[in-house]
């Protein structure tokens, strides 16, 4: 008899896709930064394959851009921006991640990864569009957080009486988020790169607060 039993649940495009950091900064005049890694978790009972496209494949060399990721687990995909010059400053480029079932050919869930090139580390990110990013940004992760109460929370209190996987680490990932220095600090041995801008900390701090509230109730 063939396996059926959870594909009610994988909508085609509808599974949400954790990726971190969700928007990348290359630096011209900072070598390290022009390698930047992406981290895709699979908080899910089943293995996901991945695909990495890109808006502009010329400018970047992705390492591994097909793959696997065992369920419950994690892979990092580097990035390296091979065509810095001044033409492309400010231009914002894209990465889609497209995941499926190992067994299946469509893409069950989507993400995307904005990837901006500035001329310094010092300059300041672009802030065009910052209230509609940290809008949509809020509501993506509301979303994965409803997905995941819905689809495992019976699952998660059957097997372990407390908080899911899936829970705990995005609470570990904002409070990483958290402790990360802000944008502008000076004196710091953290990677400028690593920097987060006041908003992305108040989004991190926003999803701690609904965590907080979801383990509470668990």
Same mark, same amino acid.
């Given at each position: ?7 009610? *649940?994988? &909508? ?24 930047? &890694? #992406? ?8 293995? +996901? ?14 390492? *591994? ?18 065509? %810095? ?7 914002? *480029? ?13 893409? #069950? ?23 509609? *990013?940290?809008?949509? =940004? ?6 994965? #957080? ?21 829970? &705990?680490? +995005?609470? +570990?990932?904002? =409070?990483?988020?958290? =402790? ?9 041995? %953290?990677?400028?790169? +690593? ?6 900390? #108040? ?9 907080? =509230? &979801?383990?509470?109730?668990?």
């Amino acid at each position: 008899m063939q396996q059926h039993s959870r594909q009610p *649940d994988l &909508v085609e495009g509808r599974l949400p896709v954790f990726v971190f950091p969700t928007e990348l900064f290359f630096y011209a005049d900072e070598q390290a930064s022009h390698k930047q &890694v #992406l981290t895709l978790y699979n908080p899910y009972e089943f293995a +996901l394959k991945f695909k990495v496209l890109c808006t502009a494949p010329n400018k970047y060399a992705v390492v *591994d851009a097909t793959g696997a990721v065992k369920p419950q687990c994690c892979v990092d995909i580097v990035i390296r921006h091979r065509d %810095v010059r001044a033409c492309h400053y400010g231009v914002i *480029d894209k990465f889609r991640l497209q995941v499926s079932e190992q067994s299946q050919k469509k893409a #069950l869930g989507r993400k995307e990864v904005m990837a901006t090139l500035l001329p310094s580390a010092t300059q300041e990110q672009p802030q065009s569009r910052p209230q509609e *990013d940290e809008r949509r =940004m809020k509501e993506q992760l509301t979303d994965s #957080l409803f997905f995941e109460q819905t689809a495992f929370q019976t699952e998660s209190r059957a097997a372990s009486g407390g908080p899911s996987v899936l829970t &705990v680490l +995005l609470g +570990l990932v904002c =409070m990483a988020a958290l =402790m990360l220095p802000t944008l502008g600090e000076q004196e710091s041995t %953290v990677p400028v790169y +690593l920097h987060l801008s006041v908003n992305k900390k #108040l989004v991190a701090a926003y999803v701690l607060g609904l965590l907080t =509230m &979801v383990i509470l109730r668990t």
